[in-house]
T-cell receptor, first 113, second 114 residues
Framework: DVKVTQSSRYLVKRTGEKVFLECVQD?????MFWYRQDPGLGLRLIYF???????EKGDIPEGYSVSREKKERFSLILESASTNQTSMYLC????????????FGPGTRLTVT | AQTVTQSQPEMSVQEAETVTLSCTYD???????LFWYKQPPSRQMILVIR??????QNATENRFSVNFQKAAKSFSLKISDSQLGDTAMYFC???????????FGTGTRLQVFP
């Protein structure tokens, strides 16, 4: 079974704090993705990475950065959390190279107060 | 730019009945993939079914089947013999060929009643 784990299921942070969300996979897959999920908006891609130290902006990268120092770990960083970043954050992985299914983690529900 | 539209925010169905979830998309691409993902309450998102645009035959996975109308850019999901465990958010998604980026619709919340 594909295993994608996220560091926290629920997280509460204060405005202005630096926030790290971590995603770890055990499948040696090339691609890793960060999405945010909001009611009525579906899932929107924040950033993705197709290799170690490689990253590309998704549709809504503003206010976020990412880090991928090791193949199995992909971190999403909120440099200075704001209330409009309160959301569900989902990590996903895929093997790449023409294999198109994405496997999702359980999600982190982040509340910024 | 590609867009995916799910016009039914919520739907409900009685157990054992059949329900169809709608999805339309907009693209100028000819080669692409379409997906339905399921997100049960408090559980992980999983792939339900996938359709390659170059295939005319509609994809089927057990009780789940799609009606893919390429000219109309329509990709509906039919769930037959609905079960309580089918209660979930369902997302339609599009992926252009040779990319790994999914574009999601806004989702349809399906409730299956006993």
């Amino acid at each position: 079974d594909v295993k994608v784990t996220q560091s926290s299921r629920y997280l509460v942070k204060r405005t202005g704090e630096k926030v790290f969300l971590e995603c770890v996979q055990d499948m040696d897959h090339e691609n890793m993705f960060w999405y945010r999920q909001d009611p009525g908006l579906g899932l929107r891609l924040i950033y993705f990475s197709y290799d170690v130290k490689m990253k590309e902006k998704g549709d809504i990268p503003e206010g976020y950065s990412v880090s991928r120092e090791k193949k199995e770990r992909f971190s999403l960083i909120l440099e200075s959390a704001s209330t409009n970043q309160t959301s569900m954050y989902l990590c996903a992985i895929s093997p790449g190279q023409g294999t198109y299914e994405q496997y999702f983690g359980p999600g982190t529900r982040l509340t910024v107060t | 730019a590609q867009t995916v539209t799910q016009s039914q925010p919520e739907m409900s169905v009685q157990e054992a009945e059949t329900v169809t979830l709608s999805c339309t998309y907009d693209t100028s691409e000819n080669n692409y993939y379409l997906f339905w993902y399921k997100q049960p309450p408090s559980r992980q998102m999983i792939l339900v079914i996938r359709q390659e645009a170059y295939k005319q035959q509609n994809a089927t996975e057990n009780r789940f089947s799609v009606n893919f109308q390429k000219a109309a850019k329509s990709f509906s999901l039919k769930i037959s013999d609905s079960q309580l465990g089918d209660t979930a958010m369902y997302f339609c998604a599009f992926m252009k060929h040779n990319t790994d980026k999914l574009i999601f619709g806004t989702g349809t919340r399906l409730q299956v009643f006993p």
